[in-house]
């Protein structure tokens, strides 16, 4: 049975940085891409990052140079950095299988698994 656990969410003001977890059970990050959404009140999940079986990484525009996705093959343990934090990040993070072993995974669509998600609040 898959499951993904996220921690790490909080509140942090303007400017500062956060690093989440995903430890997954019921699969390793060697078998399939591992991604992170977020949703944040009245919108739309969007996928920010993802990682493939390959370490390829995909990060949308509106995150990319501030957040980094790495993973940790023998912890089986994927993490979220996110540096110079703005409200507009403010949202439930969620960690999430891929149905895919290589590409960018860039779609909500594209996973099957996620998990409950963790709280980032990002306010002064």
């Known amino acids: 049975q898959v499951q993904l656990v996220e921690s790490g969410g909080g509140l942090v003001q303007p400017g500062g940085s956060l690093r989440l977890s995903c430890e997954p059970s019921?699969?390793?990050?060697?078998?399939?891409?591992i991604g992170w959404s977020r949703q944040a009140p009245g919108k739309e999940r969007e996928v920010v990052s993802s990682?493939?079986?390959?370490?390829?990484?995909y990060y949308a525009d509106s995150v990319r140079g501030r957040f980094t996705i790495s993973r940790d093959i023998r912890k089986n343990t994927a993490y979220l950095h996110m540096n110079n934090l703005q409200p507009e990040d403010t949202a439930v993070y969620y960690c999430g299988q891929s149905l895919y072993r290589f590409g960018a995974s860039e779609s909500v669509e594209h996973y099957g698994y996620w998990g409950q998600g963790t709280l980032v609040t990002v306010s002064s």
């Open positions: 019921g699969f390793t990050l060697g078998d399939f891409a």
């Open positions: 990682i493939n079986t390959v370490g390829t990484t």
